[in-house]
């Protein structure tokens, strides 16, 4: 639900197998309302009823194909408090009286009473605007909440962060999010995803930097078996994917010009077409983009394409920016990382503190979460070593350990790390770590690993 809901654009829909009856009701209704829909049978709208549409319904009782006490019944099990409002004959006002206490809203008695009905259509949609905007703010309550513990820092940038995703996350807008490597873009298009309606569909990250330009449109649009050499099967592109979803595209300026062109065709028509295939494929889904820079004026980016992705922007500041964030960041992630790591946390030193203050962290937060692996691997007492450029694993008790053993510690250690950085998603740590599922299922029981363990401590 768009959180800029106004009464004007709450629909009443008609649902009635009399034309005439369905027009001039239309007609009556349009001198002070401007969203009218009208339906011959409630079948044919049954399935667009969602929970918090905005909407009222004004449905006849009796029509050849359906019942409308019944049709009301079943807009009640998808939103209790939408409300539906029984168009009856005369002989029919004892079953809606009956109606109105199964929680029916009203009824009217054909043929209309003018100001009953108005003043019935008048109340009802009150009515549904103040349960939408008491939905809506409740929403934004619990979101608030959620986004506390999802973005740690207080810094004023950060609080502008936090309100900037709260507030556009129920705008189904396409956001351009700025920020540089390793600051937390996907994290904040997941905030978006997550708090939006269409938070039950698929949040699917793309990112562009990391497809070859050749392959950029196979990618995006999909294609079908035997469209080039190497495509032995079909495979549906990611817009598709996305479908009622969000598609993240990630360091987006790195997508080619004609690559550009061809994303803002689609996004123009929402339609794709396969490579291999002349089918014109529907496509509905939130464009979240992200790049880290300046896209307005820039020569490699198509302007046309740049409006329409940037309806609003989101700032990341870099961590150098935040200092005030720093060593409650670090402190988080490595006592998080102690947990998962079997070791134990030990408060920061005020050696460590000026360390990390003082520290520039080109990597921002992606960089201080390393940071504070190694800080927790080495028993949190040696921050030189964990800001250390070089991710080589040395034990402290090294002594009297063989390599074997030594190897394995390491071993089982960017496992479980792994795990915790990709919350229990198997998938992504076999690709990042370039293993087999059945090698790495063999060392999850040597070294006695449950990634349900990793998926429970995030969620």
């Excluded at 209704?29 to 339906?39: A, D, H, P, V």
């Excluded at 189904?172 to 999010?177: A, E, H, Q, T």
């Excluded at 080619?256 to 996004?267: D, F, H, I, N």
């Excluded at 919350?423 to 992504?428: A, Q, Y």
């Amino acid at each position: 639900m768009n959180n800029s809901l106004e009464k004007d654009n709450i629909t009443i829909i008609i649902v009635d197998d009399d034309e005439d009856i369905r027009i001039n009701t239309a007609d009556l209704l349009s001198t002070q309302y401007k969203n009218i829909e009208l339906y011959d049978s409630p079948i044919k709208i049954i399935k667009k009823i969602t929970p918090n549409l905005p909407a009222i319904i004004l449905t006849d009782l009796r029509m050849p194909d359906a019942d409308g006490f019944e049709f009301a019944q079943k807009v009640q099990e998808i939103d209790p408090n939408l409300p539906v409002i029984l168009m009856t004959g005369y002989g029919d006002i004892s079953i809606a009286v009956d109606a109105i206490k199964h929680g029916i809203y009203d009824f009217i008695e054909k043929p209309f009473d003018i100001d009953h009905l108005m003043d019935s259509i008048h109340r009802a949609i009150e009515k549904r605007f103040l349960t939408l905007s008491l939905a809506e703010i409740q929403q934004k309550l619990d979101n608030n909440i959620k986004i506390e513990n999802r973005l740690i820092g207080y810094c004023p940038a950060i609080k502008q962060l936090k309100r900037d995703i709260v507030d556009f996350a129920p705008m189904d807008i396409p956001i351009m999010i700025y920020g540089e490597t390793g600051s937390g873009k996907e994290l904040a298009a997941r905030c978006l995803h997550e708090y939006s309606s269409r938070s039950q569909y698929n949040f699917v990250p793309l990112n562009c930097a990391a497809i070859p330009e050749q392959l950029a449109e196979a990618e995006l649009f999909g294609y079908k078996k035997g469209a080039f050499t190497d495509a032995k099967s079909s495979r549906i592109g990611k817009l598709e994917y996305a479908k009622n979803g969000t598609l993240f595209l990630d360091e987006i300026e790195s997508l080619s010009l004609a690559t550009q062109a061809k994303l803002l065709r689609a996004l123009s028509d929402n339609v794709i077409t396969p490579i291999g295939s002349n089918e014109e494929i529907p496509i509905n889904c939130r464009i979240i983009s992200a790049t880290k820079e300046d896209l307005r004026n820039n020569n490699d980016f198509r302007q046309d394409l740049f409006f329409r992705l940037q309806v609003a922007e989101i700032k990341i500041p870099p961590l150098k920016e935040r200092k005030e964030d720093i060593a409650h960041l670090f402190e988080v992630f490595s006592i998080q990382h102690c947990k998962n790591l079997g070791t134990n946390y030990r408060a920061i030193t005020p050696y460590t503190l000026d360390k990390l203050m003082s520290y520039s962290w080109p990597g921002n937060v992606r960089e201080l979460i390393n940071v504070s692996t190694r800080y927790a691997i080495k028993n949190c007492s040696d921050i030189d070593y964990a800001l250390e450029s070089t991710e080589t694993f040395i034990e402290t008790d090294s002594q009297g350990k063989s390599l074997k053993e030594l190897v394995e510690k390491y071993e089982s250690s960017v496992i479980k790390l792994k795990l915790h950085e990709h919350r229990g998603k198997v998938s992504k740590v076999l690709d990042e770590l370039s293993i087999e599922r059945r090698t790495f299922n063999q060392k999850l029981n040597k070294y006695n690993i449950n990634t349900s363990d990793y998926k429970l401590k995030e969620e």
